[in-house]
């Protein structure tokens, strides 16, 4: 597979803070604070929501340089995402794949027949499901099994996931679906049009821009449905760095826009989701290792003192539940105890004046 694991020598450096647009890769990796992780090919940055740097490491890690990829970085770095599967970070870098784990970078393996020049190459080639890790080469789709990559299923599109749920962005059948656990697609709209281009995959949202037909399709990734707008610069690849942020999963548009779009309930829905996610992932232990390798002792220590009362709530809150659905079963025992025990009384006393009827003759 062309492996290069590589192990990283890092060099921990001192920033104040960046711009928002030299953020790549972004993750929300703290659910209880506004703590992000942006990984470079070359660099990790962890900073909060005000774009301050907590933490910058350098990493030695050989790469071949690409004029592309720097195009890619400084106009559309939204199209960039950072995977999770059971607790480990995985990015692509073209053909690609390397791994973020127990704070060091590694060259994983390079994607099979991945074609450098293809417009559609350097983004949504990764996604993962029931804790697996797949990889496509916009033919064919590879899951990552004992450290190899074997054939599952020819099948084209991007992939664009957000927690739990991946979506497929098919250029040649111009459709956009919600992929199924078995690799099955259930399409969520069609696009009508092959003049199509992905313009951001972040933060709950999935925006896809009409060039002929001036208007674009976003896709709400918590709940798989679409809307279409008509064109306005907010949604164009090139001026929508102006308009994101780091919110509650990462880079976002403005919880004022995604309440427009899929209305007032929407920010809570993509936060809670996203909160969930989080927490599922802290329950591996490469994750947990990844947490106290970045964040500071005391941050760490809030973590876990936070995740602590996350389950405790849950439990408590399961346990009501349980013991509400015993109290109902309870109760319908009673009634029908109590309809059986009226039943018979009354066969008993209609007997009884049977009875009686048949004496007095």
């Known amino acids: 597979m062309g492996s290069n694991n590589n192990s990283c020598i890092i060099k921990e450096e001192k920033f104040d803070s960046i711009r928002p647009e030299q953020l790549i890769n972004v993750l929300k990796i703290d659910p209880y604070n506004n703590i992000y992780l942006s990984l470079k090919y070359n660099k990790i940055r962890v900073v909060d929501s005000d774009y301050n740097v907590l933490k910058e490491l350098s990493l030695n ?4 340089k690409s004029d ?36 060091q970078l590694k060259i994983l393996f390079e994607i099979p027949m991945l074609k ?58 111009q459709t956009i679906s919600l992929l199924k656990n078995d690799l099955t697609e259930e399409i969520i709209t069609k696009t009508f049009d092959k003049s199509y281009d992905v313009q951001l995959a972040s933060g709950g ?14 896709v709400d990734m918590v709940n798989a449905k679409s809307v279409v707008v008509k064109h306005t610069k907010q949604f164009n690849a090139f001026y929508i760095q102006q308009y994101l942020s780091l919110g509650s999963s990462g880079i976002q548009l403005s919880n004022g826009t995604l ?7 929407y920010p809570q829905q993509v936060k809670s989701c996203y909160h969930k996610y989080i927490i599922d992932q802290m329950q ?27 389950k405790s709530r849950n439990t408590s809150q399961h346990c009501k539940k349980v013991i509400s659905e015993t109290k109902t079963k309870m109760q319908q025992v009673n009634n029908s105890l109590q309809t059986y025990l009226d039943t018979q009384s009354f066969l008993v006393q209609r007997f009884v004046v049977s009875v009686q009827m048949e004496e007095s003759l």
């Open 61 to 64: 890690l050989p790469h071949r």
């Open 68 to 103: 592309n990829y720097k195009e890619v970085k400084e106009e559309t770095p939204q199209l960039l995402q950072l995977i999770i599967c059971q607790g480990i970070i995985y990015f692509q870098y073209f053909q690609y794949v390397i791994s973020y784990e127990n704070a």
């Open 116 to 173: 450098r020049n293809d417009c559609f190459a350097f983004y949504g080639r990764l996604f993962s499901l029931n804790n697996q890790l797949f990889v496509s080469n916009k033919h064919s789709i590879y899951v990552l099994e004992n450290d190899k990559l074997k054939l599952v299923k020819q099948m084209g599109g991007n992939f664009f996931q957000f927690c739990e749920k991946v979506f497929v962005w098919n250029y040649s059948m």
């Open 205 to 218: 949202i999935l925006v896809v821009k009409s060039i002929t037909r001036n208007n674009y399709t976003i």
């Open 259 to 265: 309440r427009k779009l899929f209305g007032t309930n």
């Open 284 to 310: 591996f232990p490469s994750y947990k290792a990844t947490f106290k390798q970045i964040l500071s002792s005391e941050q760490y220590l809030q973590l876990l003192k936070a995740e602590l009362i996350f």
